[in-house]
């Protein structure tokens, strides 16, 4: 999964990125690691650009979903 962080570091800088673990403690263990101190730490892959799509036809059966696609 990917996180997206907001941190400070031992000098007190803002460092703003991403981080690349297999879930939220393990994304909080490789931060402080590097000796940073987090302020925010929230899932990156949250949404995708289908999401919308799906949520309107969820209503709808597959069957029909799939006469409509072709």
């Known amino acids: ?27 909080i263990t490789v931060l402080t690691s590097h000796d940073l101190f987090i302020l925010s730490l929230v899932s990156a892959d949250s949404a995708h650009w289908y999401d919308g799509i799906v949520r309107r036809f969820s209503g709808v059966r597959t069957k029909d979903l799939v006469i409509f696609a072709r």
């Open 1 to 27: 999964m990917k996180f997206k962080y907001q941190a400070k570091n031992k000098q007190g800088e803002l460092q703003v990125g991403y981080v690349e673990a297999a879930g939220r403690d393990a994304a």
